[in-house]
């Protein structure tokens, strides 16, 4: 394994324009033929063909038809002559998809054949320049059993079927469009789809297909109607319409992660497809449909207009991210809803990627080395990098952001580009914009790792009625970043002041944008009546930390009167996190005050509010974002802190609880996954889950057997999932007797008994209990390892989501986390690669933890034959 730098990019020796596979395909032996069209890069000079391949085995390769000496060399084939002109390269080799545990390269599951290639899993299917900038048109034909494998699918369109000798028929496909390696697929099985024509705007006909395994048809409506939203969002928003005759999907169960954008043919995990209120929650259907929305955007972000090299993976990641966040706000469309997803996105990227940037694997959003770059498919490259797409749109506005993407697919269809090329476009687009002006300290947030640190002050000059307002920023000495701040300023009375800002001629309204691109910037406001609030950061306008100095009396002023929900919802978060930190920084129990839990029962019982927001505002800031603030991390005084804030919560406010569970409890008529009734859910769940928790309320008992009575007669699985939660994360004596229930019910449905496994791996720990109780269900019979869903569902609930059971006094958590990856490594590396990183923040515990997370890691980095992905994760970690 070697270190792979940006800086070293060098164009291919060869092109290979066209490609035609052939697969013969057997679960112990398939034969791969792959005849070749291949070119020398006439800007690169002379040498011989280096081809990827690894783990299979080449049974004879041609050039022009001649059989040619060849050698084979650490997972490389090497043709020493090869012709100068144009020539035809022929390879057979042959793989064995039923041993690859990996989930990489072509594959079985539950007896069909699937592929997943990206980032570099086409090697292990045929020898290729496995590189992104080699783009090929495919025409694929496959061979198998007629009776195991009736439907075979490749990308592209069927051109020809029919039946062969010995039972076996044949298929073959062709993708007219040019394609990296990467999304190329073939899938092969007995498999049923769900089947919808449609006509675009344009006036083109399409056919969508949703394959699935038999039985579970009736859960593929809720993914086909996202993909026909996606469709016609993708043409309104961006005039980008479908391009193929034929789009498919298809879900299959062993799969390393959630989806795959190959062109023409998604392969799904079924846990990001397959959804039916009886089995699915509110959060599944949500995941889902941003999910097939972001396979969908990736034909253009990503296929049409593909990444040079994969240090510019964040060129369309980050970019159909940004584009699938829109899409779902666009879908919650009540102002209010959209705020609810902006909350959410940003809770997943404080709890996921904020740490990811202080800790071990810390990178740019556009990395610049890696050994094994499917580590690099992370919060950063995703998240962040969709937070560097969106200040593109606030900089340049919603109009111009489309222009920009206009002019990049004009510049660029059909290419392998990099995230300058992305840049430029925007700024060409914008000539004069604020993103123009300063579009190299910008690009920084490609270069730059780390969270910047954002302080701001204010200073109200009552005689002159001036405020000016100082904004500094700080990344580890790392130079300045372009940060847009969008802001506002309100009165404590709740007055929304105007902005108007000394030495520009125009007046701005309520609501700006001011750019801060230097160290330290002031910015001051004329006629200003009152001493103003600031509201900073508006939306989270970028992805920094930010220090603005408030006093709670400022945060209750912008918790009860801001005008950007946001901000509202982020005042009363900061309310709480500075109470947690306290408690944690001074090692004394936490006590809530009475303005604190004030100001929760009026949000709880506020009559605009939207029972969806309510909930964001009264759950408390997640363990990880706390550990964050701190420089050293004790992560059961900081879950102390947390629970005794929510029992708090409970016991204060129960009356509340109990209002807002009879309002919001029950809804008239079928389940719908819209914004209202999935806001009601949430709020009853949570509500549910406090007058569970408090064990020693007068009516305790009453309470514990609603909740069982409500997971009993639950007509959806968000009512009876969050049920279930409130007896086991409340440590309610029905809560063993409601699991073994909950089992016996869902047993036949996979996807459930993950959840299942996963509230189990997430609950609260209790005297040990919990980590004791995943121990033992590592040999329950419906456990394995080879399953990524399953080992997520146990294994990385305990080491990833719950750090108080996971963080143990006596190592248990860490020895339990080593054997695991190991065990892991062995079956999935990508899979094992992931739960390394558990460990990510090690440095910044305190004892006894820290010497025994570093005893755990040398462990895991001491066993000689570890893959790249674990021995890149271990050996940054101890660096
Ligand atoms: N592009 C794929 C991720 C591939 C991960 C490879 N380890 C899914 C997505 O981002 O849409
Ligand atoms: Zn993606």
Redesign the pocket.
């Known amino acids: 394994s070697t270190l792979i730098r940006r800086e070293d990019y060098l164009a291919p020796a060869f092109w290979i324009r066209k490609v035609e596979l052939c697969f013969d395909l057997d679960p112990l032996k398939t034969i791969v033929t792959s005849k070749m069209q291949v070119e020398r890069n006439a800007a690169v000079a002379h040498g011989p063909l280096k081809l990827h391949g690894e783990e299979i085995n080449v049974l004879r390769v041609l050039i022009n038809g001649e059989s040619v000496s060849f050698r084979t060399e650490d997972d490389t084939l090497v043709i020493d002559n090869a012709p100068d002109a144009d020539f035809a390269l022929e390879i057979r080799n042959t793989c064995c998809p039923e041993k690859n545990t990996a989930l990489s390269g072509l594959y079985t599951s539950g007896g069909s054949f699937f592929t997943q290639c ?2 570099e899993g086409f090697r292990r299917i045929t020898y290729f320049l496995d590189r992104p900038d080699v783009m090929a048109v495919y025409t694929v034909l496959m061979r198998a059993d007629k009776t195991k494998y009736p439907v075979l699918l490749s990308n592209g369109n069927l051109v020809e079927q029919g039946e062969l000798d010995n039972n076996r028929h044949f298929a073959k496909w062709h993708d007219p469009f040019p394609k990296p390696s990467y999304l190329f697929a073939l899938v092969a099985g007995d498999l049923v789809a769900r089947e919808q024509r449609v006509r675009t705007r344009g006036g083109k006909d399409h056919l969508l297909q949703v394959f699935v395994r038999r039985g579970d048809l009736e859960k593929t409506e809720h993914a086909m109607n996202s993909l026909i939203a996606s469709m016609v969002w993708d043409e309104a928003r961006f005039k980008l319409p479908l391009d193929l005759e034929r789009f498919m999907v298809v879900g299959v169960s062993d799969f ?6 190959n062109k023409g043919l998604n392969i799904f995990n079924t846990s990001a497809l397959l959804a039916s209120p009886a089995t699915s929650t509110d959060a599944d259907f949500s995941r889902i449909e941003s999910i097939v929305a ?2 969908y955007f ?1 034909n253009w972000t990503g296929n049409r207009v593909t990444c040079r090299d994969w240090f510019q993976l964040s060129l369309k ?1 980050g970019l ?1 991210v940004f584009r699938d966040q829109e899409f779902s706000m666009d879908m919650a469309a009540a102002p209010s809803a959209r705020a609810v997803c902006r909350i959410q996105d940003v809770r997943q990227l404080r709890a996921m990627q904020f740490p990811e940037d202080s800790g071990a694997m810390a990178h740019p959003v556009r990395p610049d080395s890696y050994v094994e770059i ?1 580590n690099f ?1 992370t919060a950063t490259v ?1 998240e962040k990098g969709a937070e560097v797409v969106r200040m593109y749109q606030t900089l340049v506005g919603r109009a111009g952001f489309e222009k920009g993407m206009t002019l990049y697919f004009e510049r660029h269809d059909g290419q392998a580009v990099t995230c300058d090329d992305f840049a430029q476009a925007m700024a060409d687009a914008n000539p004069g914009s604020e993103l123009t002006k300063r579009l190299d300290a910008f690009k920084r947030w490609y270069s730059t790792p780390g969270t910047p640190r954002v302080t701001a002050r204010g200073s109200y000059d009552a005689i002159s009625r001036t405020y000016t307002l100082t904004l500094s920023q700080q990344n580890n000495g790392a130079a300045p970043q372009v940060i847009p701040v969008a802001m506002g300023l309100i009165g404590h009375g709740g007055q929304v002041l105007p902005l108007e800002l000394q030495g520009e001629a125009e007046y701005h309204g309520n609501e700006r944008v001011l750019v801060l691109d230097q160290a330290e910037q002031s910015f001051t406001f004329l006629n200003v009546f009152v001493e103003p609030v600031p509201s900073l950061l508006r939306g989270f306008s970028a992805p920094v930390l930010l220090d603005d100095g408030l006093s709670d009396a400022d945060l209750l002023t912008l918790l009860t009167h801001d005008t950007d929900a946001f901000n509202r919802w982020e005042a009363g978060q900061r309310l709480a996190l500075n109470r947690i930190l306290a408690a944690v920084r001074s090692g004394t129990p936490l006590q809530l005050d009475a303005a604190y839990v004030d100001a929760m029962r009026s949000v709880l019982n506020h009559p605009q509010l939207d029972a969806a927001f309510k909930e964001l505002a009264l759950t408390l800031p997640g363990e990880a974002y706390i550990a964050e603030q701190l420089d050293v991390v004790d992560p059961q005084a900081i879950h102390a802190a947390v629970e005794a804030a929510q029992l708090q919560l409970a016991q204060a406010l129960r009356a509340d609880w109990v209002a807002a569970f009879e309002a919001n409890g029950t809804i008239a008529g079928g389940y719908q996954p819209d914004p209202v009734s999935v806001g009601k859910r949430s709020l009853a769940n949570l509500a549910l889950a406090m007058l569970v928790l408090d064990t020693q309320a007068a009516d305790a008992a009453v309470w514990q057997g609603r909740a069982y009575q409500r997971f009993k007669d639950a007509g959806n699985m968000t009512d009876r999932l969050g049920a279930l939660a409130a007896l086991v994360n409340g440590g309610a004596g029905l809560a063993d007797s409601a699991l073994e229930r909950f089992h016996a019910l869902f047993k036949a449905d996979p996807l459930v008994v993950d959840k299942w496994f996963a509230l189990q791996g997430r609950a609260p720990e209790r005297e040990g209990r919990t980590f004791a109780k995943v121990k033992a269900l590592l040999k329950h019979p419906d456990f394995t390892l080879k399953n990524p869903n399953r080992a997520r569902s146990l294994i990385f609930s305990l080491c990833m989501f719950n750090p108080a059971a996971f963080h143990r006094a006596d190592a248990a958590g860490y020895v339990f986390w080593a054997d695991q990856v190991l065990a892991l490594d062995a079956i999935n590396p ?1 899979v094992a690669g992931r739960l390394a990183r558990a460990m990510d923040r090690w440095t910044t515990l305190t004892e006894p933890y820290r010497p025994a997370a570093l005893e755990a890691i040398r462990r895991v980095a001491a066993k000689p034959d570890l893959s790249p992905d674990v021995r890149e994760i271990v050996e940054r970690a101890l660096a």
């Open positions: 990206e980032a390393n992660m959630g989806a795959m954008e972001h396979e990736h990641e159909t499917n498919y995703y990508q």
